[in-house]
């Protein structure tokens, strides 16, 4: 039984072996180019297509998100550090109020140093436009390379191994 199971496994092995090096191998379609485009707070506009040729992160956020404001700190860091790389990050707001968003705003302009602040749109804005499709949750995050295709989305708490991601789209 045993010498039975040992050559089905050879066989069906060589067969496969056999068969994937007559099939030629199709590339897999490449992903869809994102975009995100808008008004900043500071009312400037925000097209994602001027930083072609640079790794996005477009961090989706609430102000009330606790998870989402305990990442802003780690967030401006990083965006300081790779200010002279072809890195960009976008924070994308879900409020509902843009009252919420503009309290927040104001308060980061007085605390935090004008090259750690990254560009940021409310997502409710008239001229807001994205293909991310709907939030489930915040935080949400899309990395994208630099033609802007997604590399990996996450969901809820940034791990830190999610810079290590950026870092190896930026460095290459």
């Known amino acids: 039984m045993t ?84 890195f960009q990050l976008v924070a994308v707001s879900l409020d509902r109020s843009l009252a919420a968003v503009r309290e927040y705003d104001a308060i980061l302009n007085r605390v935090v140093p004008m090259k750690q602040q990254f560009p940021m749109l409310w997502r409710a804005d008239a001229t807001h436009r994205d293909d991310f499709g709907a939030m489930a949750q915040t935080p949400t995050s899309f990395i994208l390379d630099k033609q802007h295709r997604e590399v990996k989305q996450v969901r809820g708490r940034i791990d830190a191994s999610l810079w290590d991601d950026i870092a190896e789209l930026v460095l290459t």
């Open 3 to 86: 010498s039975r199971i040992d050559r089905r496994f050879f066989l069906s092995a060589t067969t496969l072996a056999a068969l994937g090096t007559a099939l030629p191998l199709r590339a897999a379609p490449a992903a869809p180019a994102h975009a995100v485009a808008g008004n900043t707070l500071e009312g400037r506009r925000y097209e994602s297509s001027q930083d072609l040729g640079k790794a996005l992160l477009v961090f989706f956020w609430s102000t009330d998100c606790p998870v989402c404001r305990d990442k802003m700190p780690e967030l401006r860091a990083n965006y300081e550090a790779w200010r002279d790389k072809p």
